[in-house]
């Protein structure tokens, strides 16, 4: 293949490193790269393309994390033999992850109103971030600058397994804590380490978006489950796929829906998962902002037979670009998961997590944790209020006691993607609950981000703008 092709134009407001990476999803769609074929290291690429590592580093690292990618270590980095299985279906791989994919990925520095998966980041503590970087630079140890562990760094999976242990009651220890690049880096090692293509899996429906587009590019059958008042039906699941391999869950605020999956149900779900010996990929991606009450308990603390495999994000909490994220695996496959880890791409650069194991063990964690729960509580006023007020005729709001994004439902039988996507022409990141859904629904539903609304009068005018985009349905 000729790497110019590959080479990124200076097309307005779309990074270098989103360029490449959508070259090379292009290449893969038109059967200019195969599965198996080596692609150039990232010093040759840059080097050839005159761009900086880190740009390709990154575009690399996006097509790992969404399966494109197998990286080897010394041996190279490959397009997925995975992908064999989807090459009949290449227009799937060409097709962008979903209409609504900017609400969830922002590629610019704005922030844009209704934002999904975007923390407060006005709140974030800046001045003792960057106090802690500079003290980290300069104390790193030099076994710290050489090859890092392919797990993580092991002081952040020290504090990581500190602090599970004491607010979400896992009991674990540090060699079972992996530090991945993100949650799709979590589900990939899963995928790599336990299951194979053409699994079947139980998954919410609706469940989250960007993970059912990756397990099923990676190769995975995903049978969708509903969710009721209770969460996960559990009964259901085992009618249609009872021989099923994994299922994957967010017990403790369902995404998107925000019911917490009842005790009855937990007890349930493991007892089918040790029964045939299934796994439960458990995300439990913000727990840690409930308004009502202390955090409900993980559903890998109730594990007993080792089945459940607990992923949690510092996206969320901290800030997306850390890109981090940590899975904590039974003990029985400490050794299964040590062996895959050494053959992927690893944990990513130490700084930062170094940067955030300071951040936990020093108690700034905790201290922003507590302050965030506060403030959200506050700012997720500022939308509900504003809603109900302008369009409470249109949208029924979904009660739920936590997370950082608020679900109406449309009343008046409107087509909820149609109106994300005219939202989204209008500069408003609304996603349709339509994408969540495997199977088509009469119920639908508009998810918006409320985290950085600062104040009752920027939610009000977001809100005048939505509005306006409605009352032309």
């Keep these: 293949m000729d790497l110019q092709h590959?080479?990124?134009?200076?097309?307005?407001?779309?990074?270098?490193?989103?360029?490449?990476?959508?070259?090379?999803?292009?290449?893969?769609?038109?059967?200019?790269?195969?599965?198996?074929?080596?692609?150039?290291?990232?010093?040759?690429?840059?080097?050839?393309?005159?761009?900086?590592?880190?740009?390709?580093?990154?575009?690399?690292?996006?097509?790992?994390?969404?399966?494109?990618?197998?990286?080897?270590?010394?041996?190279g980095t490959i397009v997925?033999?995975?992908?064999?299985?989807?090459?009949?279906?290449?227009?799937?791989?060409?097709?962008?992850?979903?209409?609504?994919?900017?609400?969830?990925?922002?590629?610019?520095?704005e922030v844009l109103p209704f934002q999904l998966g975007l923390p407060a980041l006005d709140a974030f503590p800046r001045k003792t971030w960057s106090r802690l970087a500079g003290r980290t630079m300069r104390s790193l140890e030099t076994a710290a600058m050489t090859y890092p562990d392919p797990a993580g760094y092991e002081p952040l999976?020290?504090?990581?397994?500190?602090?599970?242990?004491?607010?979400?009651?896992?009991?674990?220890?540090?060699?079972?804590?992996?530090?991945?690049?993100?949650?799709?880096?979590?589900?990939?090692?899963?995928?790599?380490?336990?299951?194979?293509?053409?699994?079947?899996?139980w998954y919410e429906e609706p469940g989250y978006i960007l993970a059912r587009q990756f397990l099923e590019r990676t190769g995975m059958r995903l049978e969708p489950v509903p969710i009721d008042e209770e969460g996960l039906n559990v009964a259901t699941g085992q009618r249609r796929a009872p021989h099923a391999r994994f299922a994957v869950v967010t017990p403790t605020h369902q995404s998107p829906l925000g019911v917490a999956l009842s005790l009855p149900r937990r007890l349930e779900l493991l007892e089918w998962a040790s029964h045939r010996q299934a796994w439960i990929i458990e995300d439990d991606y913000d727990s840690e902002f409930r308004y009502h009450g202390r955090p409900l308990p993980a559903l890998k603390s109730l594990d007993r037979d080792g089945r459940v495999l607990y992923t949690g994000t510092f996206s969320k909490v901290l800030f997306p670009g850390?890109?981090?994220?940590?899975?904590?695996?039974?003990?029985?496959?400490?050794?299964?998961?040590?062996?895959?880890?050494?053959?992927?791409?690893?944990?990513?650069?130490?700084?930062?997590?170094?940067?955030?194991?300071?951040?936990?063990?020093?108690?700034?964690?905790?201290?922003?944790?507590?302050?965030?729960?506060?403030?959200?509580?506050?700012?997720?006023?500022?939308?509900?209020?504003?809603?109900?007020?302008?369009m409470g005729k249109h949208l029924y709001i979904q009660p739920q006691a936590g997370g950082i994004h608020v679900l109406a439902h449309l009343c008046t039988g409107q087509d909820d993607r149609a109106l994300a996507e005219t939202a989204q022409t209008n500069g408003l990141a609304v996603h349709?609950?339509?994408?969540?859904?495997?199977?088509?629904?009469?119920?639908?539903g508009l998810l918006m981000g409320f985290a950085n609304f600062a104040t009752a009068e920027e939610a009000e005018a977001a809100v005048q703008r939505l509005k306006a985009v409605v009352a032309k349905y």
Excluded at 26 to 55: C, F, H, Q, Y
Excluded at 324 to 337: C, K, N, T, W
Excluded at 380 to 385: I, K, P, T
Excluded at 432 to 444: H, T
Aim: proline share 6%; glycine share 8%; charged share 20%.
């Design 322 to 390: 850390l890109r981090l994220a940590y899975l904590v695996v039974p003990v029985s496959q400490i050794g299964q998961f040590r062996d895959a880890v050494n053959h992927r791409s690893g944990s990513g650069s130490i700084l930062p997590q170094a940067m955030v194991a300071d951040f936990m063990e020093q108690g700034h964690f905790g201290r922003h944790l507590r302050k965030m729960r506060a403030l959200y509580a506050t700012r997720r006023g500022y939308l509900v209020d504003a809603l109900k007020q302008e």
């Design 80 to 109: 997925s033999p995975r992908l064999e299985s989807l090459a009949a279906d290449h227009a799937k791989l060409s097709e962008p992850p979903a209409p609504a994919s900017p609400a969830l990925h922002a590629i610019s520095s």
């Design 157 to 201: 999976r020290r504090a990581i397994a500190t602090y599970l242990g004491i607010s979400r009651g896992i009991a674990c220890s540090p060699e079972q804590v992996f530090v991945t690049t993100g949650y799709l880096g979590a589900l990939e090692l899963i995928c790599h380490a336990l299951l194979k293509t053409g699994d079947l899996g």
């Design 6 to 75: 590959l080479r990124p134009s200076q097309e307005q407001g779309v990074p270098l490193y989103l360029q490449l990476y959508r070259r090379y999803r292009e290449a893969i769609a038109a059967g200019k790269l195969r599965p198996g074929d080596r692609v150039p290291s990232v010093r040759n690429l840059a080097s050839e393309l005159t761009l900086a590592r880190g740009t390709v580093e990154m575009a690399y690292q996006m097509l790992a994390n969404e399966g494109y990618f197998v990286t080897r270590g010394a041996a």
């Design 432 to 444: 349709a609950l339509s994408d969540w859904q495997m199977c088509k629904s009469p119920q639908g």
